[in-house]
């Protein structure tokens, strides 16, 4: 079992940066591939960045040049650095761990509480 606690959400103008924080327990995470997803209200849970176990990173398009995902597997933590923040990016973010594939072929996924961002206009 992985424990993910997120942390760094908070209220911030147009503009502005945030850094999320993800941080694992239960189990070391660097074979673990890791992301973030965002929900809004009255929508749909939706991938925002994620890096593979070799540190290979991927972002959804809105959030392209703005947000940054690392990891510091020796902090078994997670990070989602949000630069030049949207009033759209107001969402509760979530943290997601995915296991490696197991002998019986499976993946499991775990994940955090997740932490509010809200974007002033």
Same mark, same amino acid.
């Given at each position: 079992?992985?424990? @993910?606690?997120?942390? =760094?959400?908070? @209220?911030?103008?147009?503009?502005?940066?945030?850094? @999320?924080?993800?941080?694992?327990?239960?189990?070391? /995470?660097?074979?673990?591939?890791? %992301?973030? &997803?965002? !929900?809004?209200?009255?929508?749909?849970?939706?991938? *925002? %960045?994620? /890096?593979?176990?070799?540190?290979?990173?991927?972002? %959804?398009?809105?959030?392209?040049?703005?947000?940054? /995902?690392?990891? #510091?597997?020796?902090?078994?933590?997670? &990070?989602?650095?949000?630069?030049?923040?949207?009033?759209?990016?107001?969402? $509760?973010? &979530?943290?997601? %761990?995915?296991?490696?594939?197991?002998? +019986? =072929? &499976?993946?499991? #996924?775990?994940? +955090?509480?997740?932490? !509010? $961002?809200? *974007?002033?206009?």
């Amino acid at each position: 079992q992985v424990q @993910l606690v997120e942390s =760094g959400g908070g @209220l911030v103008q147009f503009g502005g940066s945030l850094r @999320l924080s993800c941080a694992a327990s239960g189990s070391e /995470i660097s074979s673990f591939a890791m %992301a973030w &997803y965002h !929900q809004a209200p009255g929508k749909q849970r939706e991938l *925002v %960045a994620a /890096i593979t176990s070799g540190g290979t990173a991927n972002y %959804a398009d809105p959030v392209k040049g703005r947000f940054t /995902i690392s990891r #510091d597997n020796a902090k078994n933590t997670v &990070y989602l650095q949000m630069n030049s923040l949207k009033p759209e990016d107001t969402a $509760v973010y &979530y943290c997601n %761990a995915q296991s490696p594939l197991t002998s +019986g =072929g &499976y993946k499991y #996924d775990f994940w +955090g509480q997740g932490t !509010q $961002v809200t *974007v002033s206009s």
